[in-house]
């Protein structure tokens, strides 16, 4: 059964408004390559009304509409858009599942996390409150001195398509409960559930020019929203070298960015694992949304004395996993997302071949999806870390495998990398794990596991996997300002200068 698209505008000032060039991107359905809808294409000039319909907002009522309010009452909208997203969830995760091609299952726990993040930073948006004037201790009496928490102002939100309403919500969520205005700029190749999002800001009566969405081209309406002089700061995830573009426009007027980019992240399997459990996280870890996670760890790192039996059962797993249309039962692999993607990966799997690689699995269309960008999941092996799948972030449902001997090398192997947002270890010696862990060069470790992600804990990486931390405490202060407050409480004169009238 077919899955109506609805048909959206762009969302400025609490109202859908037609592009000011009238124009429209296509929507393509991974799975049937079948163009099911479009989306307005954003340029300059609606960046211009967006930005000034914030600046608006924060404005109005001399902030106390919004940016001055109370955090309790950021928290009422965000509380009600939680419900509403709840209330939505069957028809947000088609929507998802059809645009950007992850399994249904998948896309349903998307929403859930996505209500859950609004929730979230409903409760700390409250919690704000009771920060304000938190007291500075001073070594000297006569001065007493607090700390005030205060929005920086019109943020502008450029997100990608892997996980297009999440990874919208991730920022979207606490820059609101910070008192922030936001324009929210969604990639082009899958945003329909986020102009759903404005479809629910307006039906709980979000206040005008507080959130307002923006489709359309990096280059129309990305780059233009990272370079504008009223814009307070850029919060971007996506590919490395469009971190650095963003970076460099924001330099020129000395704008606040946080960054989350691209990765290659290890997994390492040591020697005295259960083969089996290890298998399924080894899988999951590389695998989960179609391989197109920013964190997946896609080079497996595995001891040398069990690679071959490890690897005869990881293969097992990832031939039983179900690739198929995501709004089938039981879908584990949907498609990636677009035809540029899935020509990419595939170059990718003939590149490592040509330098002498061997594709024990997977790599190739599945025999029973004749259309859909569908690609099996492939392991590489006889992988050196010069080659490219080894070095360079895939995008899509490719693992690389190496071998190592010692705990030394597996950390090498490791930390061979430009990147740095995620690894994982799996080993029942919990204090080879904690060593590990410390060792790793990754803003994010996880152990005997890989992938869980939760709102409560800080998110993001480091070297050129980006910086800043987004969610937990961590994702509320990337939208806040601290001003220091101080008061000479003395009734003496300071007395640093001669009085006049003593002369």
């Known amino acids: 059964m077919a899955i109506p698209i609805p048909s959206r505008q762009l969302f400025i000032d609490g109202e859908w408004r037609e592009p000011t060039l009238k124009k429209r991107i296509p929507i393509i359905n991974p799975s049937t390559e079948e163009i099911i809808g479009t989306i307005p294409a954003a340029t300059a000039e609606d960046v211009e009304l967006a930005v000034d319909a914030a600046r608006k907002a924060l404005a109005r009522n001399k902030g106390r509409d919004w940016a001055s309010a109370s955090g309790a009452v950021r928290a009422k909208y965000l509380r009600a858009i939680a419900a509403k997203i709840t209330d939505r969830k069957s028809e947000l995760a088609k929507l998802e599942a059809i645009d950007c091609g992850k399994p249904l299952d998948e896309a349903a726990w998307d929403i859930d996390d996505v209500a859950g993040c609004f929730d979230y930073y409903a409760d700390l948006a409250e919690g704000l409150d009771a920060k304000q004037k938190a007291p500075v201790s001073l070594p000297m009496e006569s001065f007493k001195s607090y700390v005030l928490k205060e929005p920086i102002g019109v943020v502008g939100l450029i997100t990608p398509w892997n996980y297009p309403l999440l990874m919208a919500t991730w920022k979207v969520a606490p820059a609101l409960a910070a008192g922030c205005a936001a324009i929210l700029k969604p990639s082009e190749v899958a945003s329909v559930t986020c102009l759903e999002l404005a479809e629910v800001c307006r039906e709980v009566g979000l206040p005008r020019g507080v959130l307002n969405i923006l489709t359309g081209f990096g280059h129309e309406a990305g780059a233009p929203l990272a370079s504008h002089p009223h814009v307070d700061k850029i919060a971007f995830t996506g590919s490395t070298i469009t971190g650095s ?18 990765g290659k992240s290890p997994i390492i399997v040591f020697d005295d694992v259960d083969l089996d459990k290890a298998a399924e996280w080894t899988a999951f870890g590389c695998f989960w949304t179609n391989g197109q996670i920013c964190s997946a760890t896609s080079r497996l790192i595995v001891h040398e004395s069990i690679a071959a039996e490890f690897l005869d059962r990881l293969i097992k797993w990832i031939k039983n996993i179900k690739v198929s249309d995501p709004l089938e039962e039981g879908c584990r ?22 330098e002498g690689a061997t594709i024990v699995c997977g790599g190739d269309r599945p025999e029973h999806l004749k259309k859909g960008f569908f690609i099996q999941p492939a392991v590489i092996t006889d992988v050196t870390t010069s080659m490219q799948i080894w070095r360079e972030e895939v995008f899509g449902p490719v693992l690389c495998v190496k071998t190592f001997s010692s705990e030394d090398e597996a950390i090498e192997l490791a930390n061979d990398t430009h990147y740095g947002l995620g690894g994982a270890v799996i080993s029942n010696d919990l204090e080879r794990c904690d060593r590990v862990s410390k060792a790793l060069q990754a803003g994010i470790v996880w152990i005997n596991c890989s992938q869980p992600c939760f709102t409560q804990a800080p998110w993001g990486g480091n070297k050129r996997s980006g910086f800043g931390r987004e969610l937990g405490e961590w994702g509320l202060n990337n939208y806040l300002s601290v001003k220091q407050v101080t008061q000479y409480v003395s009734d003496e004169p ?10």
């Open 333 to 354: 692999l949907g498609p990636v997302v677009s035809g540029s993607q899935y020509e990419k990966v595939l170059k990718f799997i003939a590149t490592a071949k040509s």
């Open 245 to 262: 573009k963003i970076m460099t426009a924001a330099a020129q007027l000395v704008k606040p960015v946080s960054l989350e980019l691209g």
């Open 494 to 503: 300071w007395g640093w200068y001669q009085s006049p009238s003593k002369l």
